[in-house]
C-alpha cells in the first residue's frame, strides 16, 4: 500500500526556518519525482516544489523562490521540504503528492505567528 | 506561468440533478508529446485531495462513473451525471503540464 506521511510542522516566528518531511512507503520512491502542494486556511491548493527522482531537477512557485530549497533522500525514502525566512502568508497545511498526482499525504501544518 | 480559470466557483445542486465545472487555461495543454496534462481533484471536508481524472478524461481507478472529464487545448470541463451527497466539496483542475504544475482557484459544490 502506498503511503506518504508527513511531518515537521510546527508554530514558527515570521524569520523563522523548518524542515518538513515527507515519509514514502510502499512504491519505489526512486523512481518518483516527487511534490510539495500547501493550503493555506479556507484558501485553494497552491503547487510549491517539485524534484525529479534523482533530485538532479527542482521547481519552485515564484513566492519561494530563494527562500524554500527541497531534497529527497532516496536510501531513506524519504522528501524533504526547507523553509526558511518564513512570512504569514507562509502559514498552511503542506502535503507531498507522488508524481502522477495519484497519492497524497495527509499534510502537515505549519503555521507562522509571533 | 500557465494560468488556470475555473467557473464557476461555487455551485448549489439538488441530489440527483447534473453538476458541470469549466477550466479554462492561459495556453494549450497539447504536450510536445501529444498528451493533454489536466487533471481534476476532489477535497471533501477535512480530507486530502483525491484525484478523479487525468489527462483530461481518463477516470482514476474507484472513481465512481458518473464523474467525466472532457475537453482539449485550453478548455475542459468537469461533469458529475448525478449528485450524490458523497459529492460536497471542493474540486480542482490542474495543469499537470512536467516542470509547470499550476491548480485552478477550486469549485466548492454544495447540496441545495
Known amino acids: 500500500e502506498v503511503q506518504l506521511v508527513e511531518s515537521g510542522g510546527d508554530l514558527v516566528q515570521p524569520g523563522g526556518s523548518l524542515r518538513l518531511s515527507c515519509a514514502a512507503s510502499?512504491?519505489?520512491?526512486?523512481?518518483?519525482?516527487m511534490h510539495w502542494v500547501r493550503q493555506a486556511p479556507g484558501k485553494g491548493l497552491e503547487y510549491v516544489s517539485g524534484?525529479?527522482?534523482?533530485?538532479?531537477?527542482?521547481y519552485y512557485v515564484d513566492s519561494v523562490m530563494g527562500r524554500f530549497t527541497i531534497s529527497r533522500d532516496n536510501s531513506k525514502n524519504t522528501l524533504y521540504l526547507q523553509m526558511g525566512s518564513l512570512r504569514a502568508e507562509d502559514m498552511a497545511v503542506y502535503y507531498c503528492?507522488?508524481?502522477?498526482?495519484?497519492?497524497w499525504g495527509q499534510g502537515t501544518l505549519v503555521t507562522v505567528s509571533s | 506561468d500557465v494560468v488556470m480559470t475555473q467557473s464557476p466557483l461555487s455551485l448549489a445542486v439538488t441530489l440527483g440533478q447534473p453538476a458541470s465545472i469549466s477550466c479554462k487555461s492561459s495556453?494549450?495543454?497539447?504536450?510536445?508529446?501529444?498528451?493533454?496534462?489536466l487533471s481534476w481533484f476532489q477535497q471533501r471536508p477535512g480530507q486530502s485531495p483525491r484525484r478523479l481524472i487525468y489527462?483530461?478524461?481518463n477516470r482514476d481507478s474507484g472513481v465512481p462513473d458518473r464523474f467525466s472529464g472532457s475537453g482539449s487545448g485550453t478548455d475542459f470541463t468537469l461533469k458529475i451525471s448525478r449528485v450524490e451527497a458523497e459529492d460536497v466539496g471542493v474540486y480542482y483542475c490542474?495543469?499537470?503540464?512536467?516542470?509547470?504544475?499550476?491548480f485552478g482557484q477550486g469549485t466548492k459544490v454544495e447540496i441545495k
Open positions: 495556453q494549450s495543454l497539447v504536450h510536445s508529446d501529444g498528451n493533454t496534462y
Open positions: 490542474m495543469q499537470a503540464t512536467p516542470w509547470a504544475w499550476t
Open positions: 510502499g512504491f519505489t520512491f526512486s523512481t518518483y519525482a
Open positions: 503528492a507522488r508524481d502522477y498526482w495519484d497519492y
Open positions: 524534484i525529479s527522482n534523482t533530485g538532479s531537477r527542482t
Open positions: 489527462r483530461a478524461s
